[in-house]
């Protein structure tokens, strides 16, 4: 039995393609958001700064 014959430039195409698309979903998760989205996230981490700086020690 003989091993198929793989054209590697075809092969480093579809490698970096993938990559690409990996790439690209992380991408549209981190950015992908709404602009109410962003101002939401952005809102409740005012939120969570003001309560930590509530409790914090003057010494």
């Known amino acids: 039995?003989?091993?198929?014959?793989?054209?590697?430039?075809?092969?480093?195409?579809?490698?970096?393609?993938a990559e690409k698309e990996t790439a690209a979903q992380v991408n549209r998760a981190a950015f992908g958001r709404t602009k109410s989205e962003k101002q939401l996230n952005k809102a409740k981490r005012a939120l969570e700064q003001k309560?930590?700086?509530?409790?914090?020690r003057e010494d």
């Open 1 to 17: 039995m003989m091993a198929k014959v793989v054209n590697l430039r075809s092969f480093r195409k579809r490698k970096e393609r």
């Open 51 to 56: 309560v930590l700086d509530k409790h914090k």
